[in-house]
């Protein structure tokens, strides 16, 4: 039935054209049959809605795609193509043809318009919730209309501009000599974002400014990340208010140290997804709705905490305190409180009990109802915690294989004329000022030029290290200096500049770097532990805490 479901999931379709509504509730149906039916003979009842089960796992549901809201997502990535590769053979064809006159985020869907179009421009839709601007020289970046303040935010500046300003772009904001901002100017214009906005660094290297999808680190759209974005406008443009959960469902149950069965258990129980007797009169299924331990209404709370049954189960449960129910009302409140019951060392259980002893509970009462087996709760117990140390034993024999060895960087060939250059930053929280330090020796060790200065206005720590590389590479190239290997002791920085993924905040500093590097003859980096970059280090530190400020 798996492969007949999946068989039923047109993904290539979906990827290119907008499926009829008919359609994506037949493929939902198919999805909602399988979930809750044993086999395709036979229709069970679905305890829980569509659309919760579409939630995400954070908000209570498990992460299944809705059909159209997914359709729309896959059908963003076209959109994203056309809008980052409009020089493409399919972006300038489909450009020619339907946007004359307007732009492609905003060109209206005619009548006229094919199938395929109309899908792309569902997909423009949804890009333009979340789609932003990175500055590199600031050309192509309207102040007023795009979305560039924030790299992780939505943010359009307040308007409504006068009438000397509303055609600005963000170069208008920026020192023609230096290429950084005009601080007088971006107060006047933009008093209320100037804060944020000196922290952004553009480019100095006249880099072109680029499109970035702000729900994701890489700035690069994905169809997980608008999919989730489509579903939160869903939520946000419902006339229903926003349900406050202090429930964490990652924590509590999707984190849990337990196995993915026991988890789906959980999830189900705290969801009242379970057949117990008040759930289905709740259902309108005629049923005695007794408890087969002791024929008391058969609820959540009663079957798991109150049943006399369950009670002496939780007495003899090797925990390490006296459980009290007194204060717990829901099958929620139980897991929340169960995070801080520990286990007594004999039982060799490290992991999680709790979830064992509720499946315990839960079986027995199944044997009871469907098998008429008794069994005492001792040993339903016993059960419990030989199975849980027996999942807790496969996993410690999984954890003894031998891991991945961590990826490391290529190494450049040897060579004698190749000069080194070491750089490093030291940057302060609180004044947000950052010290910059680098230092070149030549193939035989000896020291040829060191340098430092302190900038302020630094956003982050790994800004303060692409800054100091920056530099570095600058000296280097005003120095005349053709071969040089340049090594920093950030890894995240050194990965960056190799795989060409840059993050959104250092995108301007990078794209410098990188024209910068068209300048030599040989060009690499690489990461280099804190023992080899001891110099550059002390330069940095010795910057901040004494040197001169440097605007910039």
Known sequence: M?????????????????LPVGLCNQIQSALTRFWWDANSSERKMCWIAWDSLAEHKDDGGLGVRDIQDFNTAMLAKNAWRILTAPDSLLARLLLGKYCHNTSFLSTPCVSSASHGWRGI????RLLNLYLGRVIGNGSMTKVWSDSWISTTSHILPIGPPTESCRDLYVSDLLTRESRQWNQALVETVLPEFASQILLLRPSIQNAEDFYCWQRTKSSIYSVKSGYYALREDHRNTSLQAPQINPFDWQKHVWKKETSPKLKLFLWRLCRGALPLGANLQNRGIATPGSCPHCNAHETTMHLFMECPFAQQLWELAPFGQQLEFSNVTSAPELLMASSSWICLPPTGITSDLVSWLLWGIWNARNLLVFE???IPAKRSMEIAIGAAREWLLAQNQAATLPKQAPPRFDQPPSRLDITLCNSDAAWSASSMQAGLGWHFVDDQASALEQGSCVLQRVSSPLMAEALAMREAVTEAKRTSLLKVWFRTDSLELARALNSKSYPVELYGVLMDIKLL???????????????????????AKSALSTGS????
């Open 2 to 18: 798996l492969k007949s479901v999946l068989s039923a999931i047109p993904t290539y379709t979906m990827s290119c054209f907008p």
């Open 121 to 124: 421009t569902a997909g423009c």
């Open 372 to 374: 008429n087996r008794a």
């Open 517 to 539: 590097s068209l300048s030599f003859n040989f060009f690499f980096v690489s990461f280099v532990g804190r023992e080899h970059n001891v110099l550059a280090d002390s330069l």
């Open 549 to 552: 400020v440097r605007l910039y």
